[in-house]
């Protein structure tokens, strides 16, 4: 399993700002991806994390709010962008084989917007 | 797309008895479900998978049984223990990048 270092672990922010959260991997992997844990909710992919490439969205995320970067197999970060209450949530990175299977979770950035 | 429902959302067991978690999904292309468990502060964790050619699969104290006709799968955990006490999810995938998870068991076992 891959060790997956995330940062910040925790913040509080004021509203209309952006938060930089970064994910850090001890080996190269081919998939990475950003989930969202809503309080007390399951998890939810935002998108796939693309080396080289833009990150691929799934329905009801932007990139305009999300933007992600990944210049390299072993790093890749999210933007939450002029955030709003109703992002306050755990933001998580995952890596992943094939397919997307064997998920492995970083301990996730845990949000608060004022 | 793939909708997985998860039961019971809580369950509370004494140290020492058994928890059963059942799953349901509805893409009958699914073959490959994980179950992760979460303690508080932390990222999930990956405690046991299964692939859809396979009807049970066990490791020490969990177990996981899949019922492919029926499209149900369950998380079963013998002699529980306090440190078991966690939020357990289930997940369903093609193998397309497109896992998801159902809605999560608190489960707390009571010393």
């Known amino acids: 399993s891959a060790v997956i270092s995330q940062k910040p672990s925790r913040d509080i922010c004021q509203r209309g700002t952006s938060l930089t959260i970064q994910c850090q991997v001890d080996?190269?992997?081919?998939?990475m991806f950003w989930y969202r844990q809503q309080p007390g909710q399951s998890l939810t992919l935002i998108a796939t994390?693309?080396?080289?490439?833009?990150?691929?969205?799934e329905s009801g995320f932007v990139i305009d709010k999300f933007p992600i970067s990944r210049p390299n197999l072993t790093f890749s970060t999210l933007t939450v962008s002029n955030m709003s209450p109703e992002d306050s949530s755990i933001y998580l990175c995952?890596?992943?084989?094939?397919?997307?299977?064997?998920?492995?979770f970083g301990s996730g950035t845990q949000l608060s917007v004022l | 797309g793939e909708n997985v429902e998860q039961h019971p959302s809580t369950l509370s067991v004494q140290e020492g008895d058994s928890a059963v978690i059942k799953c349901t999904y509805s893409?009958?292309?699914?073959?490959?479900f994980p179950w992760y468990k979460q303690e508080l502060g932390k990222g999930p964790q990956l405690i046991i998978d299964i692939r859809s050619n396979v009807g049970e699969k066990k490791d020490q104290r969990i177990a996981v049984t899949l019922n492919k006709t029926a499209k149900h799968f369950s998380l079963h955990i013998t002699e529980t223990q306090p440190e078991d006490s966690a939020v357990y999810f289930c997940a369903a995938s093609t193998g397309n990048n497109d896992m998801r998870f159902g809605a999560g068991t608190r489960l707390t076992v009571k010393p």
């Open positions: 994390a693309n080396q080289g490439s833009e990150a691929t969205y």
């Open positions: 080996s190269q992997v081919t998939m």
């Open positions: 893409d009958s292309a699914s073959n490959y």
């Open positions: 995952s890596v992943g084989g094939q397919g997307a299977e064997k998920l492995f």
